[in-house]
């Protein structure tokens, strides 16, 4: 076992079953992630390119991936960074392309400085390059230049790719569905991820300032080897209704809700839970009639987590319970299905009801198929998170209901007969969070 949590035959594996799904006579090319400046000579904490990390668990920048089914000289390459020594007392250890055969179980592996040389070679003769365009301008420009350099040499009988095919068609559907070894690394970061947000809870007093509860919810994730899967929201009171709120710099006022939206990313798998609790531990009579009627949303939205149920069907079941309870709350007007049908809910629900989940957080895959929801299977992960939001400013709606915003968020794995929650030990319910605050 590898120090990603997964084996070096299991790379191999799925390896495999791209190269089968690509065909003999394709080549697949998978550049790294590039390291992004954050300022001057400071750089972004390196995060490797998904589908390279996918492939081969290999953590380092200036990587080319290069599959070529059934070629004799071996099918998976990689292009990679020499051993530099002087380099290595600045920036910490390389594998090498060595190390990349040895620690990796790749078939070959190259210098990156050789790509140049050595790639256009590879392309010739095979008819169809599978490549992500658009995602890094720079790689693009290159693959062409690589690609012309083997047109030019048509008269001698060099014989160029001529298809370019969307590399996600293949490997998104791979992705999608997550092996033992996968959902083991989710329910680990999703386990950190509940700690985390238990320690915000604990902390949470009137006055403390959103950055502090982050501060509490991230020092959870770095202490279990973790980090942040994206950027933490804490929105306190009116702030909650910002749904990519990221300031994180007011104040939680004595009866004002707290909006943490934060999840760990563990071995490069991703959590992703939201939680809104009272910042004093008591949930005020409105807060608590809008938290119930999201909890029963998420609850009719998790009926449809089950094999065999068209994806669509969780969002539709929680627009109906919120749009039921907002009509009963008095916050909307008129029958139950006109609001639905001219989405007048959006008012105060304007997202959907969740995304796939893993390595990436909004992760891939396809939602429909020619326009029509595709059926869930077992191994799919994605999340549960509706939500109801009311502005400060929405003079529509009596006073006592503006400026709180709720969002319940938990991450579901679709099983052979069923679901399981990854992020059920978390207290949900109005009850279970203010038995939980009330123990600090």
């Not at 068609?169 to 997550?178: A, G």
Request: aromatic share 8%; hydrophobic share 35%.
């Amino acid at each position: 076992m590898s120090s990603t949590g997964i084996s070096a035959q299991v790379y191999a594996r799925r390896r495999r079953q791209l190269m089968r799904m690509a065909g003999d006579d394709a080549i697949v090319v998978i550049p790294s992630a590039p390291e992004r400046i954050r300022s001057r000579d400071t750089h972004y904490p390196y995060r490797q390119d998904s589908d390279l990390w996918y492939l081969t668990g290999f953590p380092e920048p200036e990587t080319v991936l290069v599959l070529i089914p059934g070629r004799k000289h071996g099918e998976a390459l990689l292009f990679c960074r020499e051993r530099d020594p002087e380099r290595e007392g600045w920036d910490g250890p390389r594998s090498g392309p060595e190390g990349a055969v040895d620690g990796f179980g790749m078939d070959d592996a190259y210098p990156i400085d050789d790509l140049d040389e050595i790639l256009p070679g590879l392309l010739e003769g095979r008819s169809r390059v599978y490549y992500h365009f658009g995602r890094d301008t720079d790689f693009d420009l290159k693959l062409i230049g690589w690609l012309n350099r083997v047109r030019a040499q048509m008269r001698m009988g060099a014989q160029p790719p001529h298809e370019f095919l969307e590399l996600g068609h293949l490997l998104d559907e791979m992705r999608l569905f997550k092996d033992r070894d996968e959902l083991k690394l989710m329910q680990r970061a999703a386990d950190i991820s509940i700690e985390a947000h238990r320690a915000a809870m604990r902390a949470a007093r009137p006055g403390i300032h959103e950055y502090e509860l982050q501060a509490e919810v991230e020092r959870v994730f770095r202490r279990h080897d973790a980090e942040p899967a994206y950027g933490s929201i804490v929105g306190a009171g009116d702030n909650a209704c910002v749904l990519h709120y990221r300031a994180n710099n007011a104040q939680a006022k004595d009866g004002a809700l707290v909006l943490i939206d934060a999840g760990a990313e563990y071995r490069g798998y991703a959590a992703d839970i939201t939680r809104t609790f009272p910042v004093n531990g008591r949930f005020t009579k409105e807060q608590r009639a809008l938290h119930d009627l999201v909890g029963a949303a998420q609850r009719a939205a998790l009926a449809q987590a089950r094999p065999g149920v068209p994806y669509e069907a969780g969002h539709v079941g929680a627009v109906e319970t919120l749009t039921e309870g907002l009509l009963k709350l008095g916050l909307l007007k008129g029958g139950l299905e006109k609001n639905i049908a001219d989405g007048s809910y959006k008012r105060f629900y304007r997202h959907k009801t969740g995304h796939w989940l893993g390595l990436d957080v909004h992760d891939v895959g396809e939602y429909r198929f020619d326009g029509d929801s595709r059926l869930l299977e077992p191994g799919m992960v994605f999340t549960i998170e509706p939500g109801l939001y009311i502005g400060r400013d929405d003079k529509t709606v009596h006073e006592k209901w503006r400026g709180i915003g709720i969002r319940t968020e938990d991450d579901i794995l679709v099983t052979k007969d069923g679901h399981k929650v990854l992020t059920d030990k978390l207290a949900r319910s109005a009850d279970e969070i203010e038995a939980f605050m009330a123990e600090r």
